[in-house]
């Protein structure tokens, strides 16, 4: 008699353990929706920044609301041409939506935070400066006073 059992005796193997999967799998999923940044809108045109030599970054990137300024991607300039675009938020709007999309912008941040909302033109290096202008006409109509251009650096990328 062996005292731990020949080699004919089969021991049964424990099953794993399933109760603590569903914590790891909830701290992955809390990990991933903590971590990972979404994209507001999506870039409905080209822009490529034109350079500045004087750069200064954003204290409270939250409080700015961009207007995007350039000639349609590749796949929509079949539907809208290839002219100079306004983009605000997810759709090509004219210059008479402006003054809707600031009274929208402004009525989504708290009372506090209102006075320092900023409006950034990011505008591609080639557009005409007579649809900035516009722009900016709008902007001043309704009281939209701080605006910042968007620029990269000398040398740089967008």
Known sequence: MSKFGGSNSKKDVPGISSGSLSDIVFMLLFFFMVTTQLRETENKVIVKLPEATEVAKLERKDLTSYINIGTPV??????????????????????????????????????????????????????????????????RRCSALKIMYAARKPGGDN
């Open 74 to 139: 590749k796949h929509l300039q079949g539907m809208y041409g290839t002219d100079a675009r306004i983009q605000l938020n997810d759709s090509f709007k004219t210059v008479d939506d402006i003054r809707d999309f600031v009274a929208a912008e402004r009525d989504a941040l708290s009372e506090v935070d209102r006075s320092f909302m900023t409006i950034g033109i990011r505008a591609d290096e080639d557009v005409r400066m007579g649809i900035v202008t516009d722009v900016k006409q709008e902007l």
